[in-house]
Nanobody
Framework: QVQLVESGGGLVQPGGSLRLSCVGS????????IGWFRQAPGQEREGVAC????????WYADSVKGRFTISRDNAKNTLYLQMNNLKAEDTAVYYC???????????????WGQGTQVTVSS
């Protein structure tokens, strides 16, 4: 019954910003590890940003450091990804994913949302 629903994707010009949201239900949101992944055309799915809850830190892919910020609002069961200074290379389907195991949540989470399309183009 774990469900994740992403929203907020769309078309944006290079240098623009978007904020993605992911609403969770059917699980103890505040106790699960959770993060964002993306899959660009012709590429494998990759991690973007994640809460490393066992050590109390956040992790970001090198390609998005300084531009993206992950946050969560446990009271609303919602995960966010603020994306600034977007580049064409950021074009992808973005997914949120979660797992009760904090060590798995950032690498091989079991539960995934349906994804939301982000297109960065002029």
């Amino acid at each position: 019954q774990v469900q994740l629903v992403e929203s907020g994707g769309g078309l944006v010009q290079p240098g623009g910003s978007l904020r993605l949201s992911c609403v969770g239900s059917g699980f103890a949101f505040s106790r699960y590890g959770i993060g964002w992944f993306r899959q660009a055309p012709g590429q494998e799915r990759e991690g973007v940003a994640c809460f490393e809850m066992s050590v109390g830190t956040t992790w970001y892919a090198d390609s998005v450091k300084g531009r993206f910020t992950i946050s969560r609002d446990n009271a609303k069961n919602t995960l966010y990804l603020q994306m600034n200074n977007l580049k064409a290379e950021d074009t992808a389907v973005y997914y949120c994913a979660t797992d009760p195991s904090w060590t798995k949540a950032c690498s091989e989470p079991d539960y995934w949302g349906q994804g939301t399309q982000v297109t960065v183009s002029s």
